[in-house]
């Protein structure tokens, strides 16, 4: 899927805010709630965004991992 996202929404967020996500086309968004850090780990590599509040912990190594493309600050 050439020119598309996929971005990886991994705690609760308004309807309206998911909604605003999938109007853009370029954005593949799933909605996954609740993973554990092993979890997320596992399903991370193939996204380009995560997008999360404060009840996901995301672990140092997987902020590590190469075959991750995310840009965090």
Do not use: N
């Not at 996202?5 to 853009?24: E, K, N, P």
């Amino acid at each position: 899927m050439a020119g598309t996202f996929r971005v990886l929404l991994s705690d609760t967020l308004a309807q309206q805010g998911i909604d605003v996500l999938r109007s853009h086309p370029e954005f593949q968004v799933d909605v996954k709630t609740g993973l554990k850090p092993a979890e997320l780990a596992e399903i991370i590599a193939p996204y380009d965004a995560l997008v999360i509040r404060s009840s996901t912990q995301v672990p140092c190594h997987v902020r590590r991992q190469e075959a991750v493309s995310l840009q965090l600050p």
